[in-house]
């Protein structure tokens, strides 16, 4: 393999060879692509592409940046926001030329804001018995609430079901992130009852889906008032924004970067310290609400796969740890879904590092598309979900996924007897740590009601947890509630990835 650095001695003429071909450096947001991996790249920080050695760079200063630092790049982009204005002309003609697209919804066009909302309340009311509505406990920034929707059989009584979770729009401008997360519930919805693989899964698991992590940021980019932004709107650590501040040119530059914002490895590699970066981790390891929403809904459910949509690089994105064989088969089963690549990387503070590292569960960051954040929707959304050619498609890439989380061998079970209509929980509290050394406590809780007939299967991540080194022999604290009553029995549980496990709940009884 080549080596991307340069040693020093070239550096200087390097700089000096590129400069007339980067003498355009200006305040334009441009798209560029480093000679460099994309760990090197991530390590810049500047407003890296994960996963690719693509970055965006913000005018001058980030140029001078890269220059300094002795890489040398090509332009992509010269001017992504000129380039997001020629794709509106080409989305106004692809909507005037299809009347319904082939996305499960039959959308021809980007959503605004406001009907991510509708589309929640729509499918809510149309499947009651399938599909319901939550809120996320903490509200935005800029006091906005987080919506989702859990879709399952019974969904009322489904919390004995592994959970797939799907995200969209942790950064802001990748708009197709939430787009292709809705129209996986529209296509779960609609082909439920019709198509045996579809009406199969939501007998076997939940899958629950936040289209928008990120409103506040979304609504600035999608409102066009910055439509580059990535990040939320903490313009300053530990306050809320003044009205309009978020938006105000002056503060284009701040923000938390929500997918580096999360208690695991915070601060490590690819997470800048510095609140200007478009990487900029935060305060504290969870300071921001749009992140202590994920946390929240991922610690309460037994969510044995995850997908973290984003824009863009055609990849699925895992972090390292040791269970690498089989969490790499799964990565390139999803991938090749799509003809995308599938690789490890060690970026602090994202999503399914978390949510790997704190519930065993398999989480992937899904880098969709090419190109750009939000290409003709064309393209960028219907092409992507649907697939063309032998590219099967997102559909068949969450598909995949789903089944995955459905899969006994690569989760726990647990499996007794107790009174109908008692409350079974099972708990864990540890501890994770950032890669600056403060301690991060985890809680993990989730509750399930004893059907009638008193017997429970429940589908759960293993106790186990993984470390850097191996997994960790933890168990799960199982408590057993009559109807009613007070807990009556405590009990801890061991189980393993792949194991089934009875529990002698017998005392529940007495
Ligand atoms: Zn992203």
């Given at each position: 393999m080549r080596s991307f650095l340069l040693p020093i001695a070239a550096l200087t003429l390097a700089a000096t060879l590129t400069a007339p071909a980067a003498a355009a450096p200006d305040d334009r947001i441009s798209l560029v692509r480093v000679d460099a991996s994309p760990e090197q790249v991530a390590a810049l920080g500047l407003d890296a592409v994960d996963g690719t050695a693509d970055v965006v760079l913000h005018g001058r200063a980030d140029a001078e940046h890269l220059r300094q630092k002795g890489f040398r790049w090509h332009t992509l982009v010269a001017d992504l926001t000129a380039d997001a204005a020629r794709t509106r002309a080409a989305d106004a003609a692809y909507a005037r030329s299809v009347a319904v697209s082939t996305l499960p919804s039959g959308r021809t066009a980007y959503r605004a804001f406001a009907d991510y909302d509708t589309d929640l309340d729509r499918l809510a009311s149309t499947y009651p018995k399938a599909a319901r509505t939550f809120t996320l406990p903490h509200r935005t920034l800029e006091n906005r609430t987080v919506r989702g929707l859990e879709i399952s059989h019974d969904v009322a009584a489904s919390a004995h079901k592994p959970v797939l979770v799907v995200t969209g729009v942790?950064?802001?401008?990748?708009w197709p992130s939430s787009e292709v997360t809705l129209e996986f519930a529209y296509d779960l919805l609609k082909n439920d009852g019709t198509d045996a693989r579809v009406t199969g899964l939501l007998d076997q698991l939940r899958v629950v889906v936040?289209?928008?992590?990120?409103p506040d940021g979304f609504a600035i980019s999608r409102g066009l008032t910055y439509e580059m932004k990535r990040k939320?709107?903490?313009?300053?650590?530990?306050q809320l924004p003044g009205p309009g501040e978020c938006a105000a040119s002056a503060n284009?530059?701040?923000?938390?970067d929500p997918n580096r914002n999360y208690g695991a490895a915070w601060g490590d590699n690819g997470s800048s310290a510095n609140r200007g970066s478009e990487t900029y981790r935060g305060a504290g390891p969870f300071s921001e609400p749009e992140v202590t929403n994920v946390r929240d809904l991922v610690s309460g459910l037994q969510a044995t796969a995850l997908i973290s949509n984003h824009t863009y690089g055609e990849v699925v994105l895992r972090p390292a740890g040791p269970e690498e064989d089989l969490y790499s088969a799964l990565g390139t089963r999803l991938s090749s879904a799509n003809g995308y690549g599938s690789s490890a990387l060690r970026v602090g503070g994202m999503t399914e590092r978390w949510s790997y590292y704190a519930t065993a569960g398999f989480g992937f960051t899904v880098e969709i598309?090419?190109?750009?954040?939000?290409?003709?929707?064309?393209?960028?959304?219907v092409d992507q979900y649907m697939g063309t050619g032998t590219r099967l498609g997102l559909r068949e890439l969450y598909l995949r996924a789903a089944e995955a989380a459905a899969d006994r061998t690569r989760h726990g079970v647990l499996t007794g007897s107790a009174p109908a209509g008692s409350t079974l929980r099972i708990t864990k509290d540890f501890t994770l740590t950032t890669a600056t050394g403060q301690p991060v406590p985890t809680h993990l809780e989730s509750a399930l009601t004893v059907p009638s007939g008193g017997r429970f299967t429940w589908d759960v991540n293993p106790s186990t947890r993984p470390a850097e080194n191996g997994m960790l022999d933890e168990s799960w604290t199982l408590t057993c509630a009559p109807?009613?009553?007070?807990?009556a029995v405590t009990t801890k549980v061991l189980v393993r990835r792949g194991q089934q496990v009875p529990v002698d709940l017998a005392a529940c009884a007495a």
């Amino acid at each position: 393999m080549r080596s991307f650095l340069l040693p020093i001695a070239a550096l200087t003429l390097a700089a000096t060879l590129t400069a007339p071909a980067a003498a355009a450096p200006d305040d334009r947001i441009s798209l560029v692509r480093v000679d460099a991996s994309p760990e090197q790249v991530a390590a810049l920080g500047l407003d890296a592409v994960d996963g690719t050695a693509d970055v965006v760079l913000h005018g001058r200063a980030d140029a001078e940046h890269l220059r300094q630092k002795g890489f040398r790049w090509h332009t992509l982009v010269a001017d992504l926001t000129a380039d997001a204005a020629r794709t509106r002309a080409a989305d106004a003609a692809y909507a005037r030329s299809v009347a319904v697209s082939t996305l499960p919804s039959g959308r021809t066009a980007y959503r605004a804001f406001a009907d991510y909302d509708t589309d929640l309340d729509r499918l809510a009311s149309t499947y009651p018995k399938a599909a319901r509505t939550f809120t996320l406990p903490h509200r935005t920034l800029e006091n906005r609430t987080v919506r989702g929707l859990e879709i399952s059989h019974d969904v009322a009584a489904s919390a004995h079901k592994p959970v797939l979770v799907v995200t969209g729009v942790h950064h802001a401008r990748e708009w197709p992130s939430s787009e292709v997360t809705l129209e996986f519930a529209y296509d779960l919805l609609k082909n439920d009852g019709t198509d045996a693989r579809v009406t199969g899964l939501l007998d076997q698991l939940r899958v629950v889906v936040v289209p928008m992590v990120n409103p506040d940021g979304f609504a600035i980019s999608r409102g066009l008032t910055y439509e580059m932004k990535r990040k939320n709107c903490r313009v300053r650590d530990g306050q809320l924004p003044g009205p309009g501040e978020c938006a105000a040119s002056a503060n284009r530059s701040y923000g938390v970067d929500p997918n580096r914002n999360y208690g695991a490895a915070w601060g490590d590699n690819g997470s800048s310290a510095n609140r200007g970066s478009e990487t900029y981790r935060g305060a504290g390891p969870f300071s921001e609400p749009e992140v202590t929403n994920v946390r929240d809904l991922v610690s309460g459910l037994q969510a044995t796969a995850l997908i973290s949509n984003h824009t863009y690089g055609e990849v699925v994105l895992r972090p390292a740890g040791p269970e690498e064989d089989l969490y790499s088969a799964l990565g390139t089963r999803l991938s090749s879904a799509n003809g995308y690549g599938s690789s490890a990387l060690r970026v602090g503070g994202m999503t399914e590092r978390w949510s790997y590292y704190a519930t065993a569960g398999f989480g992937f960051t899904v880098e969709i598309g090419t190109g750009n954040f939000h290409p003709a929707f064309g393209p960028g959304v219907v092409d992507q979900y649907m697939g063309t050619g032998t590219r099967l498609g997102l559909r068949e890439l969450y598909l995949r996924a789903a089944e995955a989380a459905a899969d006994r061998t690569r989760h726990g079970v647990l499996t007794g007897s107790a009174p109908a209509g008692s409350t079974l929980r099972i708990t864990k509290d540890f501890t994770l740590t950032t890669a600056t050394g403060q301690p991060v406590p985890t809680h993990l809780e989730s509750a399930l009601t004893v059907p009638s007939g008193g017997r429970f299967t429940w589908d759960v991540n293993p106790s186990t947890r993984p470390a850097e080194n191996g997994m960790l022999d933890e168990s799960w604290t199982l408590t057993c509630a009559p109807p009613g009553k007070p807990v009556a029995v405590t009990t801890k549980v061991l189980v393993r990835r792949g194991q089934q496990v009875p529990v002698d709940l017998a005392a529940c009884a007495a």
